[in-house]
């Protein structure tokens, strides 16, 4: 991806190239992900607020890909400001297949939702057929 998109850049891995995972067993464990979650607003918040600072009054997007889990313990982080209601596997948060949600981060560490589950540049690809071509919010 790297050489590919050199004007992105990935963060969370090691020299290798693959996740660099800071737990101590085989699987990843809830408490695990829980603090890999809070790990990743930190990163979030920080690269928002370089965003902010950097004077030039621009929006500036950062994107973040992930899985349907991570998604959902990231939303319940920034929009309810903890994890402790959320559990791995029951996702409150849902995210049909290829769909993005917005968060806005404000500089007092609150986030805001934006769009949710949005799934209309897939219509543009001609995924009309699918069956991630409907979607609810």
Known sequence: IVREFPEFRPVGFNDAGTWDYLGFNVKETEQECRARGL?????????????????TGATRTLVLTTHQTMADLL??????????????????????????????????????????????????????GSPHSSFSS
């Open 75 to 128: 939303c319940h982080i920034l929009l309810k400001g903890n994890a402790m209601e959320w559990t791995y596997g029951e996702i409150t948060h849902r995210l049909q297949n290829a769909s993005m949600t917005t968060l806005w981060l404000h500089a007092n560490g609150h986030a805001t939702l934006g769009k949710k589950n949005d799934g209309a540049h897939l219509h543009t690809l001609g995924c009309t």
């Open 39 to 55: 790990r990743i607003v930190e990163w979030l918040q920080a690269e928002a607020a370089m965003a902010r600072s950097s004077g």
